[in-house]
C-alpha cells in the first residue's frame, strides 16, 4: 500500500508541474485506481498506436494524470513498466467526433519522459505537442466539412446551402448563448445548426447573439463555405444578415 500511495503521489506531482511548464494553460487532474470507469473511458481515447499501445497491452491503465487544455486537447500521462525512472505521455483523442474525421490522420503517438518535468516540458512542446495539434485540426477540419473552424475567442458561423448557419465553438462558453437563440447540437459531431426554415426569426438570432458573444469576450464572424481555411480576422459582431439569407449576393459554392 506505501508503494502504491508514494506512485501516486509521484505522478500527480509530476503532472502539476508538467502542466506548468507547458505552453498555454494547462491543468492537471488525477485518475485514481478507484474511478474505473473513469479509466476505461480514457483507455479508449489515448491516441496511440506505437509505444502507448504497446504498454497498455501488458499493462492496463490503473491511474492516469490528465492534462487538460481550454480548447479541450488532452494529453495523459502514464506509469512506466521498465526498469528506467520517468513516465510515459500520450495525446488523447477528442470525444464525439465521427470515426470518418480520422481516416487518413496519423496518430500522434505518445513519447518517454524523464524524470525530469522541466525538461520533459520542453521535449512535450517541442515533439508530441506539434503533432497532437496538427492531427487535432486535421481531425475536426474532417469533422466541420465545409464548416469553418472557430477559435476560443471567436466564433464563426458559416451559411449552408440548405439555407441553415452552422459552426463549431472551440469551448462552452458560447454553448448557452447558441442554444438560447435556436442553435441545436449535433452530439455526435459537436457541430451547432441554425434552421433557415424561418429566415426571420434566423436573421434575428443572428443579430442577437453577436452582442452576447462580445459580452463574453468572444468575437464572431459570418462566413460562405467556399473556403477551406479560417478567416485571419473576425469583426466583433455578426456582420448584417442579408433580407434573404438563402441567397447572399456574394455566396458561392
Request: glycine content about 6%.
Amino acid at each position: 500500500m506505501p508503494d502504491h500511495f508514494d506512485t501516486s503521489e509521484r505522478l500527480t506531482s509530476y503532472a502539476d508541474v508538467l502542466a506548468g511548464e507547458l505552453p498555454d494553460a494547462w491543468t492537471s487532474s488525477h485518475l485514481p485506481p478507484e474511478a474505473k470507469d473513469d479509466l476505461a473511458e480514457l483507455a479508449d481515447r489515448i491516441w496511440d498506436l506505437d509505444l502507448i499501445a504497446a504498454s497498455l497491452t501488458e499493462h492496463p491503465l490503473q491511474q492516469a494524470a490528465v492534462l487538460s487544455r481550454p480548447d479541450g486537447a488532452q494529453l495523459v500521462v502514464l506509469e512506466r513498466h521498465d526498469e528506467r525512472d520517468g513516465f510515459l505521455i500520450a495525446a488523447v483523442a477528442p470525444r464525439a467526433l465521427p470515426d470518418e474525421a480520422y481516416h487518413g490522420v496519423s496518430e500522434p503517438n505518445g513519447i518517454t519522459l524523464v524524470d525530469d518535468p522541466f525538461l520533459s516540458a520542453e521535449q512535450i512542446a517541442g515533439d508530441l505537442l506539434a503533432r497532437y495539434d496538427s492531427a487535432l485540426a486535421q481531425v475536426r477540419h474532417n469533422a466541420l466539412g465545409g464548416i469553418q473552424p472557430s477559435q476560443p475567442d471567436r466564433v464563426v458561423l458559416t451559411w449552408q446551402q440548405d439555407g441553415s448557419v452552422a459552426t463549431a465553438p472551440a469551448d462552452d462558453r458560447a454553448d448557452a448563448v447558441l442554444t438560447s437563440h435556436g442553435f441545436v447540437q449535433d452530439p455526435q459531431s459537436g457541430i451547432y445548426r441554425l434552421s433557415g426554415d424561418d429566415t426571420q426569426a434566423q436573421a434575428r438570432a443572428l443579430r442577437e447573439i453577436g452582442p452576447r458573444l462580445d459580452a463574453l469576450g468572444i468575437g464572431t464572424a459570418l462566413q460562405h463555405p467556399a473556403g477551406r481555411t479560417a478567416p485571419t480576422a473576425a469583426p466583433a459582431s455578426v456582420p448584417p444578415v442579408p433580407a434573404d439569407p438563402r441567397t447572399p449576393a456574394t455566396r458561392s459554392r
